[in-house]
């Protein structure tokens, strides 16, 4: 019997994202998701695509340490806003008080959602690409975000939502090349980076 090349190769995600797991369930391809458990702590003036990048690569190799011979896909994400308090990245809420401040200053602005995605190979080689998707958001009343948050309670999501869920009632618009990339694992840039790694999800 005949067996594609990735059979033999271990693939792992780096995430403990349950959001990025069922992503890449989507692919069909079999894994194992694994937590990197690193500081994602910004550096002082570090920017927000530095900051992605930096941990997207920093989480992949992490996990090379105990897995030198998997291919391992690991992804982190921040938010940009630009509103009356000048520009910020928002990271993960961490509770009901970050997401409700998170989502007052989001309302009736444009964030940028930065996902950066590495792809790293046994040989050490890797690939690092970021996805960036614009946001704008309705004008909310504060009963409508205290209602959300207290709904879906997102204190793991940079931006204080979930797309796939009740936060797209959030939202006037999204401009962007694949709304995965909002949930965290933006699939069409990880298909082709798949690919170039001998990973092709169709075989």
């Not at 550096?43 to 941990?55: F, I, Q, T």
């Not at 998170?102 to 309302?107: A, C, I, P, Y």
């Not at 940028?112 to 890797?126: A, H, K, Y």
Request: with cysteine.
């Amino acid at each position: 019997m005949h067996f594609p090349a990735h059979a033999m190769t271990e693939l792992i995600l780096a995430s403990s994202s349950p959001y990025r797991r069922a992503l890449l369930e989507r692919l069909g391809l079999p894994f194992e998701a694994l937590s990197p458990d690193i500081d994602e702590t910004p550096h002082p003036g570090e920017a927000a695509e530095a900051l992605v990048r930096r941990l997207a690569t920093a989480k992949a190799a992490k996990i090379a340490e105990a897995h030198p011979n998997a291919v391992i896909i690991a992804s982190d994400q921040v938010a940009v806003t630009d509103g009356p308090q000048g520009s910020a990245i928002l990271g993960k809420p961490g509770d009901g008080a970050g997401a409700i401040a998170q989502l007052t200053r989001l309302s009736g602005h444009w964030a940028r959602f930065l996902t950066s995605l590495c792809v790293r190979e046994p040989s050490g080689s890797q690939q690092l690409e970021t996805e960036t998707t614009q946001v704008h958001f309705r004008t909310l009343s504060n009963q409508e975000i205290a209602h959300y948050v207290e709904r879906e309670a997102p204190f793991d999501c940079a931006g204080s939502f979930r797309s796939e869920g009740l936060g797209i009632a959030l939202f006037e618009r999204i401009e962007g090349n694949d709304p995965n990339a909002l949930i965290g694992l933006p699939l069409i840039r990880l298909c082709r980076m798949l690919r170039q790694a001998g990973m092709d999800p169709l075989g």
